[in-house]
């Protein structure tokens, strides 16, 4: 069983930066698709970037194409997520997620997700 563990959010301003991190234990993430979600104030949790099960593919929002940037490093024990020019909408709790046998039709969809982590929350002030 994968284990997850967020860390580095806090209060920013609008046009600041953030990087959060999701610590992974319990088993090697390879075959793993990993991901980011995030739950905003009074709305529904949105897929916000993946990586591919074999780590070579990685998908973003719309909304935070070209501002946010998911990584991992090389022992894929650490999941990475940079958040540049944050804007008040990112405000959020942000999760990560490990799902193995995750296909690329479902990368966006949570349900397709079986670890999870217990969330750390972002505030962005305009």
């Known amino acids: 069983q994968v284990q997850l563990a967020e860390s580095g959010g806090g209060l920013v301003q609008a046009g600041d930066s953030l990087s959060i991190s999701c610590a992974v234990s319990?088993?090697?993430?390879?075959?793993?698709?990993m991901a980011w979600f995030r739950q905003p104030p009074g709305k529904e949790r949105e897929f916000v970037a993946a990586?591919?099960?074999?780590?070579?593919?990685?998908y973003y929002r719309d909304s935070v194409k070209g501002r946010f940037t998911i990584s991992r490093d090389k022992d894929k024990s650490t999941l990475y997520l940079q958040m540049n020019s944050l804007k008040p909408e990112d405000a959020a709790i942000y999760y990560c997620?490990?799902?193995?046998?995750?296909?690329?039709?479902?990368?966006?969809?949570?349900?397709?997700?079986?670890?999870w982590g217990q969330g750390t929350q972002v505030t962005v002030s305009s």
């Open positions: 990586f591919s099960r074999t780590g070579s593919y990685t």
């Open positions: 319990g088993r090697t993430l390879s075959g793993y698709a």
């Open positions: 997620a490990a799902g193995s046998g995750v296909i690329t039709s479902e990368i966006k969809n949570q349900r397709a997700y079986a670890s």
